[in-house]
């Protein structure tokens, strides 16, 4: 393990400034609002913004005042931030990001969350966190070679909580993180604490009789799934099926990678008119930095091709997921793009302790609702010490 210190050379950031001076706009197509995609007249304000105002310096300082480190798992690199708690007894827990997310979904939630005495909470609730990026993904750089499936990365993220020591720990997902974390806690089982994450899917297993008591919010958030494999998934089957293809424009063209992870943010989030209704405008660009800066388009993308018959647009459904043999907690929101429907969950788990909806926030809950995501996982942790 070697400490790691972000530090991008400014010939890339200049690099970056000529590119998005130099872009090239497509015409002007007649659209109202997000229908056909990102808006024209909204991405050349941000773009603007960007190369102006945006101070990755500032954001790279930011990410750097957390410990950070990186090993050698598996053949590839691994990169993380290893933040312990000043208190003695706080959990172990690991973060794991998914896509279009990083690191960065978490830095306003890493205080509250380690060191809650000096963020006016419980010091009982303390947590020692990792938070990895994921192999292909972010600081870890692109890999060296295909097959990182869900249960490969599991295993590599299972060795990592083993090699710093930990020998029970809680894990904590969203996005395709949630699905990792599942797995995750399935191959490392003796030292799986609990499982908690804010992102579930919970497709209908075909039994007409399970849909005869759904609520009218149960319909609801069934046909948001619907919609969102039907309309929502496009970038999936892209990645799932061309990812190189999709790769060579989103590592040449800063707007393009730009509007690739924007219009998720826009979508999948508690936003009205545009993403920063939800998201800090310097937060989301210092996301869309992190995959710029390390040309990891092309191995993000080949993630979704090495676990496509996982994915919901496989020709074949996937597997409903095992049954966990740890503590499961769930956290809802909103805004998600497939809300959790609470009696098909019950169905695939039968050990959820742990069943939180909000009124507010989306699929990035650490970036838009911080509060909320801390005091859930605060909420969950007592649940786990109570369990012993």
Known sequence: MEPFRIEIPQADLDDLGQRLAATRWPAEQPTVGWERGVPLDYLKELVTYWRTTYDWRRAEA???AFPQFTTTIDGTRLHFLHVRSPEPDAIPMIVTHGWPGSVAEYLDVIGPL???????????????LVIPSLPGFGFSGPTNEPGWTMPRIAGALARLMAQLGYERYVTQGGDVGAWINLTLSGVDFPHVWGTHVNFLVTPPSGDPAEMAGLSEQDLGRLGALSRFAAE????????????????????????????????????????????????????????????????TAGSTANFYFDNADVMPTAPTPPPPPPVLPTPFGVAVYPRDPAPPIRSFADRGFSNIVHWAEYDRGGHFPAMEEPDLFVADLRAFGRKLRGLG
Do not use: C
Not at 114 to 128: E, I, L, S, V
Not at 236 to 262: E, F
């Open 232 to 295: 929502g998934s496009g970038y999936m089957k892209l990645q799932s099926t061309r990812p190189n293809t999709v790769a060579y424009g989103l590592t040449d063209s800063p707007v393009g990678q730009l509007a690739w992870i924007v219009e998720k943010f826009k979508e999948w989030t508690d936003s009205e008119k545009a993403p920063e209704d939800a998201v800090d405008r310097d937060h989301l660009l210092t996301n869309v930095m992190i995959y710029w800066l390390t040309g």
């Open 114 to 128: 380690t060191d809650p005495r000096r963020h006016g909470g419980d010091p009982a609730d303390a947590y020692h």
């Open 62 to 64: 930011r990410l750097n």
